[in-house]
């Protein structure tokens, strides 16, 4: 069933970890576009599973990547046999063999492409999962404890093509499951997304709402903006996020017009200076889960002023314990916090849940693309939303199960899907083959 084999070590003072299992799934996903592209009819993740001496299982969930798997699998010598408690040791062992990361690495995509921080935030959560289950509390507890029952979650939109995904470069899967609305109409004009959220947020109870943007012209994305807002407007707050795909003249003009309807502007521009400069602009705030994305980005942040909401995930700035730093430092630097989501599952929501619970300040309900997939890992199937929110799970360690039998048939798709990496430019390509994604578009 997994990519490679069990690693196992004996001869250690217990807790220590015993095994870990690496395991590559591929996950149904719509096509839904965005400034890189389309999504490709499955997304990528990674389960790691590591398990104690005396048997205790603590899982994880990251963003699937072929190079992303090599590393983790070379990361086993480093792990099987360590205490999972001792996680500053875990950190400087993976920094000694990889080295450090520079903020370059992460790349143009709207996607995080570093590989270490990917690493240790599957090793940390895994492990965090055992200590969780070890002490007999829930991981939210091991992040400084509970400020809020239920974490609260946005609705996530996107212009898509028709269909939900599922067999590849069709991207169409009459199996899969979702509401019509969202997920069979083909929404490319502001009346398919307006009726997208109705759907999504009727299903869900989101009292938030996001576009994701970048895919057309500014003209048809500002106007859908505006039908929402008309719709939507003065109930449910409302963000928007071109991706960094405007220029700085183009997120002047349709920044302005959108002024006194936006929660908040997520990444209109590239880069800090551009930022920093188009902040001084406009009067709406500026969020980024783009220009200032790891600790060394933060200096130069606060220099510029590059941007009022940092959009942190987990997966990215290096952990769960990484993000509680960062929100210390958001509370220092006069900024506010919240999260970025991508494609992903419940491992992964149940991780976010826990650090959105233990959040001192949580103004902004968190990115999740949840409702888009229609598979599950985890015992008992899909988590649940209440009036827009999750409830932290009850159990200790993370609070979810892994399903074995459900990674087993996902790791099938994964090893019949052919694909090694997400490649959104790739899968626009099969639509339109001269298509090419460009770092500034409009």
Known sequence: MHLFPKFSSPGSVGPFIKEMNITPIAITDPPLL???????????????E???DDGISGISEIPGNEQTNEALKATQ???VGKDPFQLGELQQALEAHFGTESAHERGDTPWDQRKLVHVFSALEVACLDIIGKICNRPVVDLLGGRMRDAVPFAAYLFYKYEGAGGVLGSGKDPAAKGWAAAR??????????????????????????KLKGGAFEPRLETDTMLALYQEFGGEYPLRFDPNAIWKPETAFTYGKEMEGILEYLEDPVRGQENMAALRKKLKTPLATNMCTTSFEDIPNSIRLGAEDIILSDHHFWGGLRASMQLSKLCSTFGRALSMHSNSHLGISLAAMVHLGAALPEMPYALDTHYPWQSEEVIVGGSMGFQD???????????????DKEALQKLHKAYLSCGLTKRDDEAEMRKFYPEWTFQKVRW
């Open 34 to 48: 965005n400034a890189a592209g389309l999504h490709a009819p499955y997304a990528l993740r990674t389960i790691v």
């Open 388 to 402: 827009g929110a999750v409830p932290v799970p009850s159990g200790p360690g993370l609070g979810v199960e892994l």
């Open 184 to 209: 069979q109409e083909e929404a490319v004009d502001p009346k398919g997304i307006v009726a997208q959220a109705e759907a999504m947020c009727k299903a869900y109870g989101f009292k938030s709402i």
């Open 77 to 79: 010598h480093l792990i």
């Open 50 to 52: 590591l398990i104690t």
